[in-house]
């Protein structure tokens, strides 16, 4: 992985630049030592080197049965539960997954990360139609998106293969000692994995919560784990910009902040880094997002969204700077053919491969974004893999735990995602906020 920040500089300032790195220095040993804010949710720093392999024998195995008896397999949650899985899985699988012929991989399906009735009578729909299993993921179980998909979920399957049948290809992934899906999996017999006390929704990805799915999908997760590993090493030896990646993006997203860019926009260039967007967008505004601080992360598709958001970037107001995420190697091959006619006057791209034209977009559209006062930052990659996946999740997990110490923020609590939650109980009339209904009820007349 290489970091260019090289198109970031003059609009950052060097000395910016230099205050964060030297700041970073007792940042990161602080985070290192565990001794900075929300210590006690920093065990995700130690999984891809301290997991027990008896952990991941187990989750191959059940993946493999899963495999064996599933046409489809559904994951219940949201935020963390799901986001990581679903990046990885997406970046990976073929793009046209379900029509490949003779496909041998379980289509993986996503349930409780929305409430529309519409989705999720069509995800019934199909059940129906399948053999299915499922992993439902939740700490507490009593989340409400994800317990109102599993409570609808729960009844179809034990519906379609009996009780004993339906708790068989039930996994729940939760708390070790408490909450209602833990004991709700004891009372069924539910096979279970464990959330671990300190590692947060978000963190999650390389415990049980994404492996389990990313392994029924069919990929490789040591690869993964190994990936992870190779990038811990490097962030946890080095506080040197120049050693250790995390420290770079954290001091040059920072610095950038503090210039007047309050926005950053992670941009990619491939359809299948859609959902890593996603993740990385959960990551950095969950993280940060406190006491009115913090960088606002957006994500766009490009060249897609340059036929849209692409004018506003161009020419809009200047508040924001782009993070490109650049995949140097494609994993197939396809090129322009050549028309005797060149009617669209494109022989001029004949024998070109498509990932050649596509980074030729890429960097005439950094150079133009520069020259219209966006800063850019470019982390790339030789391809996409699971080793180069494991390591952009943990490099982004570090960078944000280090940016959010330089914020002066806790980046592992999230106290503003309990807003809305008691508002939609007291809407929804849930025993205890009934009073609290009436108010919010008399405010939207």
């Given amino acids: 992985m290489n970091i260019d920040i090289s198109k970031a500089i003059s609009f950052a300032g060097v000395e910016r630049i230099r205050q964060n790195e030297t700041e970073l220095k007792s940042l990161h040993k602080a985070l290192v030592n565990g001794t900075g804010k929300g210590n006690d949710f920093l065990g995700w720093m130690k999984l891809p080197a301290e997991s027990e392999p008896a952990i991941f024998k187990r989750i191959k195995s059940d993946a493999e049965k899963i495999r064996a008896q599933s046409n489809v397999f559904v994951v219940i949650g949201i935020g963390g539960s799901y986001l990581g899985a679903r990046a990885v899985i997406d970046c990976l699988s073929h793009p046209f997954l379900p029509l490949v012929p003779g496909r041998q991989d379980p289509v993986i399906l996503y349930a409780g990360e929305n409430l529309s009735e519409d989705y999720h009578a069509g995800l019934m729909e199909i059940l129906e139609q399948y053999d299915y299993s499922v992993a439902v993921i939740s700490k507490s179980g009593t989340t409400t998106e994800p317990a109102i998909a599993f409570r609808i979920i729960k009844a179809h399957i034990e519906k379609k293969y009996g009780k004993k049948e339906a708790a068989e290809r039930i996994i729940a992934i939760t708390d070790a000692h408490r909450g209602a899906l833990k004991k ?210 943990y490099f982004f997990e570090f960078a944000c735990a280090l940016s959010g110490y330089l914020l002066g923020v806790n980046p592992f609590d999230q106290p503003g995602v309990e807003a809305y939650k008691k508002n939609m109980f007291a809407l929804i009339g849930k025993p205890g906020f009934e009073e609290e209904g009436k108010k919010l009820r008399e405010r939207l007349k």
């Fill in 184 to 393: 709700l999996a004891v009372e069924e017999g539910y096979s279970t994995y464990i959330i671990p006390d300190d590692v947060g929704g978000r963190y999650s990805v390389l415990t049980s919560v994404g492996l389990l799915p990313i392994a029924v999908a069919g990929f490789d997760i040591d690869k993964l784990i190994g990936g992870a590993n190779t990038m811990r090493e490097k962030c946890l030896s080095s506080a040197d910009p120049e050693k250790n990646p995390a420290i770079r993006y954290a001091a040059i997203r920072n610095a950038l902040y503090q210039s007047g860019k309050p926005v950053e926009i992670l941009v990619n260039y491939l359809p299948n880094l859609y959902y890593f967007t996603e993740w990385w967008k959960q990551l950095y505004g969950e993280s940060e997002g406190k006491e009115n601080k913090g960088i606002f992360p957006a994500g766009v598709s490009f060249t897609t969204d340059l036929h849209s958001m692409g004018q506003y970037i161009q020419d809009g107001t200047r508040l924001m700077f782009e993070t490109i995420l650049s995949v140097e190697n494609s994993g197939k091959e396809l090129r322009v053919p050549f028309l005797e006619k060149d009617s669209d006057g494109l022989n001029f791209l004949a024998g070109k491969r498509l990932t050649e034209i596509n980074h030729m977009a890429e960097m005439g559209t950094l150079l133009a974004h520069v020259d219209g006062g966006v800063p850019n930052i470019r982390i790339s990659v030789t391809e996409l893999n699971e080793e180069t996946l494991g390591a952009l999740i």
